[in-house]
């Protein structure tokens, strides 16, 4: 029989609805039965595609004897985190606190008042990997809740007390950060930075754009070389190595090993847009049309795989599947959708195989150099192992010869791989991540426009897509009359009101979508999402944007989440979106709040800027200048707007605000923005007002007057 969760439409909950644990979704359900029967509660939090989580719910969830132990002493409650991180993060700050480590499956025990008193991650069933067995330590937990509860609840609510003051602690004060921060963060990255096989730090290496975006941002305002060529090669190394998928396209979620060969392998949405957004500037700012093609080719990836019928955008693939020729309730393994054996590739494509071998690195025993589960045995993880040029001089062939094997060598593996089992698909579209995805598409209708990289084309398909993906979020996810933006919408379900993160990453999506089509619906959109922002999660006193609204009784703390980890921090997007708001309308009170989040870090910003990379990226628009660039269509006049357009693609200027403005907007846009309103087309033809502090330069109405203009 399935339990409770069987009637939620989170995957990762239904993913559980059948073990016989008598789970509860987080609610007063699950919490009132706990006070009443005078229990603990046993709280799982993860996500539908966490490998361990799987594997803990193989080992344990779905074995009757273990759920026989937490029937009998436990109020078990599952939560996906990806739904929920508002109750995600209170608990992963206690597990990190007290364990000094993190990570999902996150396994908490709570009091029936909701407050933590012992946690961890996974548990293997049976005492091994230098852990405790799964049923030892709900035995030791059990009879400790029996004979030493008075003790567990004064610890309980001392613990709680703790992390709220954590919470609320500033973290560096209120001075205007010193002149020199942004060189000392700068100098941090190089520090940690792998000369060798590019990223920061050791393994396991884990993308973080926000970290790329700041070095290429503060090389577009110093022209310093450093920070761009620490940017460039990792993200060379990235693309190049085992994380990125050369058959179908797209990132897996981080790399095992410090070279980048040995992905694990699920599929992040995230991660999708915000590598997009960072390959994109990476193109923008050397013209190489090497990273504008693996913007592209990530791209295609989420509007074949993670794209809704409608519009929106799915949230991740799994790591795991069935290996191919499994029966269909087989045991499934890591990367068994990715990899390949030699003889698998020899079959597949035939008389290339050499030419293939040698580009992708696959070796006839396997070529993982790292199999932590001993899952690759006989397989290969693809990787670029040699250049074209590499692969002329060892065959002979010429490079064009090479380059169309290569190609439809491509095709071949990715039509064979369309018979292996696929992995599971999380079809739950989460506001802020897509608002991401609407960012980096919306990005790459803008810069892809450049003649330079070749895929003009593409241009104008990822804008379709990306106005579709905001379409889809206005119709199912945003709530008019309550002025409320839901965070999940699945199954024809949305649901859970949104976070800070919600509505920062989505005025993020709309003001990069306004940039790229000048519909003043996203403009209006946007400066309303971020109203309310202000308005429900903007701290007064210490500057900053907390995380939740405060409103929910059960989740204790009221925290603010600064690191820009896996996701970039609601601050440090508020303050991007802030500094476009601002730079089309003026308004004082929005200037003031991010000068106000600047200076909450004080003069210890630089120490931090491997933690908050995005709101150095925010200094560095403030210390640059933010300007203008609004390119008026005349009537008929499209091609030579086209024509202007595409100048600004060339030229990586992270610090303008591009305001297209076609005939069909040009009235809305000029009641709405003071700035356009008295700008006009040529006599004929299209014309660029460059502007700085609302002060323009006369217009320039051919390519080579913007191009000069552009390039000072």
Not at 400 to 429: G, I, Q, S, W, Y
Not at 549 to 569: H, M, Q
Not at 628 to 645: F, K, P, T
């Amino acid at each position: 029989m399935p339990n409770r969760l069987a009637a939620e439409k989170s995957p990762y909950l239904l993913q559980h609805a059948q073990n016989p644990v008598d789970w509860y979704p987080w609610g007063d359900e699950a919490f009132a039965r706990a006070r009443a029967e005078d229990k603990p509660i046993f709280l799982s939090v993860g996500y539908s595609t966490c490998h361990w989580c799987h594997v803990m719910e193989h080992e344990s969830f779905e074995q009757e004897s273990v759920a026989d132990v937490l029937n009998q002493s436990f109020v078990s409650i599952k939560v996906d985190r990806e739904e929920r991180p508002d109750v995600d993060r209170v608990y992963m700050s206690f597990v990190q606190a007290t364990t000094g480590a993190g990570g999902w499956p996150m396994s908490v025990w709570l009091t029936p008042q909701l407050k933590p008193f012992f946690g961890g991650t996974y548990f293997p069933p049976e005492s091994r990997y230098n852990r405790p067995g799964f049923v030892e330590v709900l035995q030791a937990i059990a009879r400790a809740w029996r004979d030493e509860r008075a003790r567990i609840e004064l610890s309980a609510t001392e613990l709680v007390r703790r992390m709220r003051e954590s919470a609320t602690a500033s973290p560096g004060g209120t001075a205007a950060p010193a002149p020199d921060v942004l060189a000392r963060g700068v100098a941090s990255f190089a520090q940690s930075y792998d000369a060798r096989h590019g990223g920061f730090g050791s393994a396991p290496k884990f993308p973080r754009p926000s970290e790329l975006l700041f070095l290429l941002r503060e090389h577009a305002r110093t022209n310093e070389p450093v920070p761009r060529d620490l940017a460039l090669h990792a993200l060379r190394a990235m693309a190049l190595g085992g994380m990125r998928d050369h058959v179908g396209g797209g990132f897996h979620r981080y790399s095992v090993d410090e070279a980048w060969r040995v992905p694990h392998f699920e599929k992040m949405l995230y991660d999708q847009a915000q590598l997009v957004l960072a390959y994109l500037e990476a193109a923008q700012a050397t013209g190489d049309r090497f990273f504008a093609q693996v913007a592209d080719d990530t791209l295609q990836y989420v509007g074949r795989e993670l794209t809704h019928p409608d519009g929106g955008f799915y949230s991740a693939e799994d790591a795991d599947s069935l290996p191919p020729g499994a029966p269909p309730h087989g045991h499934k393994v890591e990367g068994a959708f990715y990899t390949w054996s030699a003889s698998e590739l020899r079959q597949v494509v035939g008389s290339d195989a050499d030419v293939v071998a040698a580009r992708l690195g696959v070796e006839e025993g396997g070529n993982a150099p790292f199999d932590p589960q001993g899952e690759f045995t006989g397989m290969n993880l693809l990787y670029t192992a040699a250049s074209v040029d590499d692969i002329v001089a060892q065959t002979g062939r010429t490079s064009d010869d090479v380059a169309d094997t290569l190609a439809h060598a491509r095709l071949a593996l990715f039509a064979a791989r369309l018979d292996r089992p696929r992995p599971h698909l999380d079809d739950k579209v989460l506001a802020a991540w897509n608002g991401l995805m609407i960012a980096a598409f919306a990005r790459a209708a803008r810069v892809l426009r450049a003649r330079r990289f070749g895929l003009r084309e593409t241009a104008a398909a990822h804008l379709v897509t990306a106005q579709r993906a905001a379409g889809f979020l206005r119709d199912q996810l945003w709530d008019d009359d309550r002025a409320v933006l839901l965070r999940r919408f699945r199954d024809g379900d949305a649901a859970v009101d949104g976070y800070a993160e919600d509505y920062a990453a989505l005025t993020f999506g709309l003001l990069e979508l306004f940039q790229a089509d000048g519909d003043p619906q996203w403009l209006r959109w946007a400066d309303r999402l971020q109203s309310v922002l202000d308005q429900r999660f903007y701290d007064p006193i210490d500057g900053g944007w907390f995380s939740t609204t405060g409103e929910d009784p059960t989740v204790l703390i009221r925290s603010k989440e600064d690191y820009d980890g896996a996701e970039p921090s609601p601050t440090a997007l508020a303050l991007l979106n802030l500094q476009v708001l601002t730079h089309l309308t003026p308004d004082a009170e929005r200037t003031a709040r991010i000068t106000h989040s600047i200076a909450r870090f004080g003069t210890r910003l630089g120490e931090y800027a491997r933690a908050v990379p995005l709101v150095l990226s925010a200094l560095v628009g403030e210390e640059a200048g933010i300007g203008q660039l609004v390119i008026v269509e005349a009537d008929g006049g499209a091609e030579s707007a086209a024509a202007l357009r595409e100048v600004a693609a060339e030229h990586y200027r992270p610090f303008l605000v591009e305001v297209p403005v076609s005939p069909a907007h040009a009235h809305a846009l000029g009641a709405a923005l003071p700035l356009v309103a008295a700008m006009g087309p040529g006599e004929g033809q299209a014309a660029a007002y460059l502007c700085a502090d609302f002060t323009c330069r006369a217009p320039a109405t051919t390519p080579e007057a913007l191009r000069e203009q552009l390039g000072r």
